[in-house]
């Protein structure tokens, strides 16, 4: 009994002195991630290093580090603004039908409305999904970046 608890005790002793040496490696990742890492508050907002930041020319500069970031925010970009045409075309199209008065433009028009709003639907999701790509991509390289800086 004696000789286990002398290497119970043993093995809690190294594995407290163990875990109590990477504490200061553990906090200097978690300052590095928090300094070099954003995430979204929205499509065109963002926080870094614990500070606020608006703008899509502000975020476009974060994606220069990232290659591969950049060109799935470009994508992101270009569907959100496709995603926007097609739903003013479906809008204007549902308001001219509704002031001009032709009853027999109402139901092609409505099914096409109904098209526009769901298509439009789809490229902002799409847009939203590549964006959260684009910043884990964008988060990946800084980290790897500044750990070969370091």
Wanted: proline share 3%; no cysteine.
């Amino acid at each position: 009994m004696l000789r286990f608890n002398f290497i119970f005790i043993f093995l809690s002793i190294s594995f407290f002195q163990n875990a109590k040496a990477q504490a200061p490696e553990r906090r200097s990742i978690q300052a590095l991630y928090d300094r070099e890492t954003i995430y979204l508050l929205g499509p065109n907002r963002y926080v870094r290093n614990n500070v606020e930041y608006a703008g899509a020319a502000q975020l476009r500069r974060e994606f220069l580090l990232s290659p591969g970031g950049m060109q799935l925010y470009n994508r992101s970009q270009r569907n959100r603004n496709i995603g926007l045409a097609v739903s003013l075309v479906g809008s204007v199209g549902t308001i001219y039908t509704l002031v001009s008065g032709n009853r027999d433009l109402y139901r092609p028009f409505f099914a096409l409305s109904l098209g526009t709003g769901l298509a439009s639907g789809l490229l902002t999701m799409r847009a939203g999904t590549q964006l959260n790509q684009a910043v884990w991509l964008r988060n990946r390289d800084a980290m790897t970046l500044s750990e070969v800086g370091k």
